[in-house]
């Protein structure tokens, strides 16, 4: 399989309410606060006749001024009693943005490059806005290392060792990936109640939680409830509690898909359009695996699920991947470049709104389920050498 560019320019985002974080920045200076309202205002390099924006992080992102750069100098203002998240966003492409925690009390100035926003800002005296500046900062840090990895696969590229370049980017990305998940997890724990953990819990690499809400649950339940405590009438409080209520309900649906139970069966098109049954496939060992040609963790793991298909195949294995794609082109042109069409292939092309997937509690990608020859899963999110182990327990 031909390396997937992970894109790490854009690889680690943080994920509210559908928006995603880019490497941000924002100045705060120690001017006396208002109970009037808020403001935020300063000078912005390479902005001069931009307009720039401050919007509500809603469902809709709802724009609450703006303001024309003349001199460098530009000032938006607002009023909300509570505390909410916002966009500073500079035109009309999301290319530099930071997000803001403001409220009545708050007045802030802004400084920066618009053109840099990320690597150009300070902020100072805002406790809140300068813990989001440190995990925008760790943000861009660890994805000038992902960066490194995808020139060091590009540069070093031949084919020769394809297969073992593979292996060191993606074993270096890993480590890079497991490092950002004890970060995140310290921050949260340390700043319960701010907006700064709802930002973090919702952190992503690619498309991918890095903390994955049904692998951290209580951590996930811990940050809506100080949340609560700290900022009830938020509007994102409010709504990422609505989510953690939806998450305790899918993890109780969980429970009829959990190791021994029997695996749900299922219809669904193939490539061609013709229809396959997952209970078509008994009688043999299973890797329900449910995966999506944009989802980089996914392809990474490809080459390990074919090398054991291909050595236990004529011992009774199969796979059946279920796709997440929203596009046909995109799923059939990822199984030819990962050379994966050997085993069986099926998608409803709804992306998250898969039907099987709902099926399977599928919050997270990749996701799979070992099922053994009578339709019981006997396994779960068997990844790297786990999957081969217990393949050769079960079938050498």
């Known amino acids: 399989m031909a390396y997937n560019k992970l894109r ?9 309410i559908a928006m995603m974080l880019v490497a941000v920045s924002l100045f705060s200076c120690n001017n006396a606060a208002t109970n009037d309202g808020f403001s935020v205002s300063g000078k912005l390099e390479n902005a001069e006749g931009k307009t720039v924006y401050l919007k509500l992080v809603s469902q809709n992102l709802t724009v609450v001024d703006s303001s024309i750069v003349e001199d460098g100098l530009y000032e938006l203002n607002g009023t909300k009693e509570n505390i909410e998240l916002y966009i500073f966003q500079v035109g009309q492409g999301f290319d530099q943005f930071a997000y803001l925690s403001l409220d009545n009390n708050t007045n802030m100035t802004l400084n920066g490059d618009a053109e840099n926003l990320s690597a150009t800002y300070t902020i100072e005296n805002s406790k809140e806005n300068e813990l989001i500046r440190g995990l925008t900062i760790r943000n861009s840090e660890a ?16 084919e020769t060792n394809k297969d073992s370049l593979q292996t060191v980017c993606m074993d270096k990305a890993q480590k890079i990936v497991e490092g950002e998940k004890a970060f995140i997890t310290n921050f949260i724990k340390d700043n319960y109640g701010t907006m700064a953990s709802l930002l973090a819990v919702n952190q992503q690499i690619g498309r991918q939680f890095v903390l994955a809400p049904e692998e951290n649950v209580e951590l996930w339940i ?25 998450l305790k309900m899918s993890q109780q649906a969980s429970a009829t898909v959990e190791v021994g139970s029997m695996a749900p069966d299922f219809e669904l098109a193939k490539p061609d359009g013709s229809m396959m049954k997952l209970s078509d496939l008994k009688g043999q060992y299973v890797l329900l695996d449910f995966w999506a040609s944009w989802c980089s963790p996914c392809r990474g793991e490809n080459p390990n699920v074919l090398a054991n298909y291909k050595k236990f195949k004529n011992k009774g294995f199969t796979v059946f991947q279920v796709s997440l794609d929203r596009t046909h082109d995109a799923w059939l042109k990822a199984i030819e470049d990962d050379g994966l069409g050997d085993w069986h292939h099926a998608s409803d092309i709804k992306g998250w709104k898969s039907a099987p997937a709902a099926v399977y509690n599928v919050r997270s990608i990749p ?13 779960a999110n068997l990844r790297g050498s786990a999957l081969g182990a217990k393949l050769s327990e079960l079938l050498d």
């Open 222 to 246: 811990k940050v809506s409830d100080e949340l609560v405590k700290s900022h009830p009438n938020s509007s994102q409080t409010i709504s990422f509690k609505t989510s953690i209520e939806q």
């Open 367 to 379: 996701a799979s389920f070992l099922i053994d020859p009578d339709g019981k899963i006997i396994a």
């Open 143 to 158: 994805m000038a290392k992902m960066s490194k990895i995808d020139e060091l696969y590009s540069t070093n590229l031949t």
């Open 8 to 16: 790490y320019k854009n690889m680690f985002k943080i994920n509210i």
